[in-house]
T-cell receptor
Framework: DGGITQSPKYLFRKEGQNVTLSCEQN?????MYWYRQDPGQGLRLIYY???????QKGDIAEGYSVSREKKESFPLTVTSAQKNPTAFYLC??????????????FGSGTRLTVV | EDQVTQSPEALRLQEGESSSLNCSYT??????LFWYRQDPGKGPEFLFT???AGEEKEKERLKATLTKKESFLHITAPKPEDSATYLC????????????????FGQGTILTVHP
């Protein structure tokens, strides 16, 4: 079955440590996104990528980095510069045709906790 | 800048008690309005996309409607399994008539249906 796989489901980070969240999709979607979700708040966009080897900052990119070397993969690194990283992280993808995006699909999320 | 506001923040219903959730939005040009359902600890699950004022879509006990300023998600005779957080999001046009593809989300409405 086609879908988006996020791993790990739970991740614990020590102070000053960088961690990488994995996102893989087999939907042949062109665009991929990373969102952060905090309690009582909606999803906030961290980074997005419309095509391979290209990505743009979202609304809250500080302290995060991404890469898009393959169409199927869009890993997110939470760096030590992110002062409040504890949150639920969601990866999504969509196909893009005629200048518009369709078929947004989300992964099951990674819950990151600072210890 | 796109903005989405959902109300109420939380809604408690008795089984069978119909009600509506509201999503008010401000965009320079609406490409699409999306409704998602999210269960605790999971990724959002797609429900509907609405593209133009006056459009309506239905799925089981749910019906989504759209005006130029807001969208409603009507829940008819809800059951306990309808309990979830319902998220609304918008996609807007960019210069040139295409879209960036990113979605802007509201903070969600937490729906609880008691038996």
């Amino acid at each position: 079955d086609g879908g988006i796989t996020q791993s790990p489901k739970y991740l614990f980070r020590k102070e000053g440590q960088n961690v990488t969240l994995s996102c893989e999709q087999n939907l042949n979607h062109d665009a991929m996104y990373w969102y952060r979700q905090d309690p009582g708040q909606g999803l906030r966009l961290i980074y997005y990528s419309q095509i391979v080897n290209d990505f743009q900052k979202g609304d809250i990119a500080e302290g995060y980095s991404v890469s898009r070397e393959k169409k199927e993969s869009f890993p997110l690194t939470v760096t030590s510069a992110q002062k409040n990283p504890t949150a639920f992280y969601l990866c999504a993808s969509s196909t893009r045709q005629g200048g518009f995006n369709y078929g947004y699909t989300f992964g099951s999320g990674t819950r990151l906790t600072v210890v | 800048e796109d903005q989405v506001t959902q109300s109420p923040e939380a809604l408690r219903l008795q089984e069978g008690e119909s009600s509506s959730l509201n999503c008010s939005y401000t965009v320079s040009g609406l490409r699409g309005l999306f409704w998602y359902r999210q269960d605790p600890g999971k990724g959002p699950e797609f429900l509907f996309t609405l593209y133009s004022a006056g459009e309506e879509k239905e799925k089981e006990r749910l019906k989504a409607t759209l005006t130029k300023k807001e969208s409603f998600l009507h829940i008819t005779a809800p059951k306990p399994e309808d309990s979830a957080t319902y998220l609304c999001a918008v996609q807007s046009f960019q210069a040139g008539g295409t879209s960036y593809g990113k979605l802007t989300f509201g903070q969600g409405t937490i729906l609880t249906v008691h038996p």
